[in-house]
């Protein structure tokens, strides 16, 4: 099992960078991929990147590929992303989750066993 910590988040204007972080407890990190989802007011949870237990692997979702980065550091038990030239659209609460049961990466966020309490992302035009 698995506890999920997020940090980093914050009001921050249209064009400005976000790093959040997502801290792990416990001994067994590696063996989970790690995604990190968000969900605006009025909306779904909705599924945003992931990395895969080596670190090797990486899937976005199309509205932020090129702007966001995922990576992860084992020896940290940290996930982190990456928010570069941020956007109005992106003001979301951001979680980050994990799951033990799959080898591929997967979007769907009932794959995921753990996830954190979220952070709250705000971006103003």
């Known amino acids: 099992q698995v506890q999920l910590v997020e940090s980093g988040g914050g009001l921050v204007q249209a064009g400005d960078s976000l790093r959040l972080s997502c801290a792990a407890s416990?001994?067994?990190?590696?063996?989970?991929?790690m995604g990190w989802f968000r969900q605006a007011p009025a909306k779904e949870r909705e599924f945003v990147a992931a990395?895969?237990?080596?670190?090797?692997?990486?899937q976005y979702t199309d509205s932020v590929k090129g702007r966001f980065t995922i990576s992860r550091d084992n020896a940290k038990n940290t996930v982190y992303l990456q928010m570069n030239r941020l956007k109005p659209e992106d003001t979301a609460v951001y979680y980050c989750?994990?799951?033990?049961?799959?080898?591929?990466?997967?979007?769907?966020?009932?794959?995921?066993?753990?996830w954190g309490q979220g952070t709250q992302v705000t971006v103003s035009s």
């Open positions: 989750a994990g799951e033990g049961n799959y080898y591929r990466l997967y979007t769907g966020q009932n794959v995921y066993d753990y």
């Open positions: 990395i895969s237990r080596s670190g090797g692997t990486t």
């Open positions: 416990g001994r067994t990190f590696t063996t989970y991929n």
